[in-house]
């Protein structure tokens, strides 16, 4: 998957799959483009909020990079510029591409941009949008089947073996297609790829424990754990194979 990168209006930046190079404008960065044009289909809550829009029969999710925690009380959605390449959303691009060579399931990424003003920049990211899928959150307090849960281990260890540090692994970040029971992981913002150890892998693992424990009402908690353990097993079972 090639890329194209475009300088526009002179401080903002955009990286596009190599196919829509003459398509992608500054514009499609703007939820009140697709609004104004009637494409754009709604929205998903989380940190700030992405957009569902669509060009042509290709429907895609914005989302604009807003900052978490404390430092959004004082910085909503601006970040240090060091250099280009080192923006979150060329990052992401970037990563997402890889990680579509290597075969992971993952959204295809779109385009990406980067706005420089001052020592700061702003970034949108546009990624293509999985249809027919359910986030994990949503089953948590549900009689889930477990073999989905399963399969949400064999996954992560697939990423893991690849060495893919995703840096926000909870609830909220796993899809699961309604059909197959296939599983994606998604929002790969400041996520990366590095060498295969014990010690983030088991880091992930307990963060995803946690937001599950956080999403999981009283009457789930029993069985959910249960499903938990089998989760695990699947993990570490994926994880062995060489």
Request: with cysteine; hydrophobic share 35%; aromatic share 12%.
């Amino acid at each position: 998957m090639s890329e194209s990168l475009v300088k526009k209006s002179g401080t903002c930046w955009i990286i596009a799959k190599d196919e829509l190079k003459d398509d992608v404008t500054a514009e499609w960065f703007d939820d009140k483009f697709w609004l104004n044009n009637g494409r754009l289909l709604g929205a998903s809550s989380g940190r700030g909020s992405a957009w569902m829009v669509k060009s042509g029969n290709t429907k895609m999710m914005l989302r604009h990079y807003y900052r978490g925690g404390v430092p959004a009380k004082f910085n909503k959605d601006k970040y240090f510029w060091s250099s280009l390449d080192k923006t979150r959303s060329f990052k992401e691009f970037r990563l997402l591409q890889k990680l579509q060579q290597l075969e992971l399931p993952t959204p295809q990424p779109v385009a990406a941009q980067s706005c420089k003003k001052g020592l700061f920049y702003q970034a949108n990211i546009l990624i293509e949008y999985i249809p027919n899928t359910q986030v994990f959150s949503q089953l948590l307090n549900t009689d889930s089947n477990i073999e989905i849960w399963n399969s949400i281990g064999k996954t992560i260890a697939l990423f893991h073996q690849k060495g893919v540090y995703h840096a926000d692994l909870n609830a909220h970040n796993i899809l699961i297609e309604n059909e197959t029971n296939k599983i994606y992981l998604i929002d790969f913002d400041n996520c990366s790829i590095k060498n295969p150890k014990k010690s983030w892998q088991k880091a992930n693992l307990k963060r995803l424990k946690r937001s599950i424990d956080k999403l999981t009402d009283e009457s789930h908690q029993t069985e959910n754990h249960k499903k938990w353990k089998s989760l695990k097993q699947s993990y570490f079972s994926a994880l062995n194979v060489s």
